[in-house]
């Protein structure tokens, strides 16, 4: 099963001409190039034994929910007039 993803990063400007010129002379994408590039410093981290987990979400007691931010209408509300 193949899944793709799609996602957003903020790339340095310089860096991304130098991505956009490195993909056409290769006549590749830029999303091809940048997977081919991480895949590479992924291959390469775990050959060396560097972890890359991260730390977990930190998960906090609330004693009452006071909005459901789920609701739209109930967080605009909220948002305008406190909960």
Known sequence: ???HMRTTLLINDR?????KAL??????????????F??????????RGVRLDLPPI???????????????DE???AMRDGP
């Open 15 to 19: 860096i991304m001409r130098r991505l």
């Open 1 to 3: 099963m193949l899944l």
């Open 38 to 47: 991480l895949r590479k410093g992924l291959s390469e981290a775990a050959e």
């Open 58 to 72: 930190p998960t906090f007691r609330v004693r009452e929910v006071l909005v459901n931010v789920a609701d739209r």
């Open 23 to 36: 993909a056409a002379e290769r006549k590749q994408t830029v999303s091809a190039l940048v997977e081919a």
């Open 75 to 77: 967080l605009e509300r």
